[in-house]
């Protein structure tokens, strides 16, 4: 049995962090029951083939797809019906908006002391200047400071093209609701998560901000080099055909790389003798090693490479990526057809735990398609009931779908 297969889940979740939760959470074995407007989730009201299609599927299979309108008394009466049946409530809308429904933290768990209520926004809900303001990723990496250590010395900050704000927030938010079902399994009670996103990037600038205390200020941006300029190498360098990363974190791996080049003289050199003179000499020391890599492949400087103990890796492409032959023999990715993007590489949860396996990978569910089967099965309301409710504009459901 998977670990959560006997909770139940609301999942609010729009765009990227909180479905990234719902999916951990489903891939864990819960029921994850997606709540969608009348016109569906962000990504999936773009279209069903927009760059969005893909992130959408992704992050969307194994879930049930149940759609209310919670604007209004009668959707909001349902949220509370169904939050009386569940474990966990989760959502990622801007501050308030469940709040000014009637349906937010407060209001769901009075009626239900053991419902986890779990909310993941830009800057959390607890009190501080920030907590109304509006975020998502980009801004999330520019007021983080992310984007201020990103770039090449003399250009503007860049962000990152990984939305991993959002990412790094879903798996926050995931890892605390596991840890308050495990709470509530001793108390019997539930509680409130709090998720800032800006709380969960902060610990990914730990070198940077180290970096900064011990420099006495901020060092200009350093491109593909290590931020602080305080590891060298720590690049990415020119192959025959595209680029590949090195990193020497210890005298031993700078012994292994200049034996992978067959250069033992740059041991010797007094300008690449220790770390300090690596890094007053980088420049010069990014210049030999361009010297070996640049008429190689990227698969020969890999095999050269791992057979000498030194820490590098291509830089894939993202149609090297779809198609890793790691990820693939893992049983990470696997390849699936989508209905408008044809053959996809669709993931599978990154954690895994001894042999209890994941749920196999379910299609997409279409708009309101089991809104009918989840308000009979939580709620005893009848086809009757259900279809006035559709007929009164407060939920939608899939009745007229068929499986493909």
Partial sequence: MNPLAQITVLDFGQVYNGPYCGFLLAQAGARVIKVESLQGETLR???????????????????????????????????????????????????????????????LTAINPKLIYASSTGYGNA??????????????????????????????????????????????????????????????????????????????????????????????????RHPGKALAPYNTYVASDGYIAIICIREGHFRKLCEAMERPDLMEDDRFMNFQARCENMTEL?????????????QTLLEKTQAHGVICAPVNNLEDVVKDPHMLARGFLKQRDHPSLGLIAQMQTPIRISDDQPPELGRVPELGEHTRSILNDLLNLSDAEVSALETRGAVKTGSELTEP
């Avoid at 009466?77 to 801007?94: G, M, R, Y």
């Avoid at 999330?140 to 984007?147: F, K, P, W």
């Fill in 127 to 224: 009190a501080g200047p920030y907590r109304d303001y509006l975020g998502m990723d980009i801004t999330l990496q520019a007021i983080s400071g992310v984007m201020s250590v990103t770039g090449e010395e003399t250009g503007p900050p860049l962000k990152t093209a990984a939305a991993f704000a959002d990412f790094i927030a879903g798996t926050h938010l995931y890892a605390a609701i596991v840890t308050a079902l495990y709470r509530r399994r001793d108390t019997q009670l539930g509680g409130v998560v709090d998720i800032s996103m800006q709380d969960c990037v902060f610990p990914t600038l730990a070198t940077a901000i180290g970096s900064f205390y011990v420099n006495g200020g901020q060092m200009p941006r350093a491109g593909n």
């Fill in 286 to 298: 990014d210049a030999e090693i361009t010297r070996w890599t640049a008429s190689r492949t990227r």
């Fill in 45 to 107: 009201a773009r279209g069903p083939k927009t760059s969005a299609s893909y992130p959408f599927s992704l992050l969307n299979s194994n879930k049930e797809s149940l759609s209310i309108n919670i604007k209004t008394k009668e959707g909001q009466s349902l949220i509370k019906a169904l939050a009386q049946k569940v474990d966990v409530v989760t959502e990622n809308f801007a501050p308030g908006t469940m709040t000014k429904y009637g349906i937010g933290a407060e209001a």
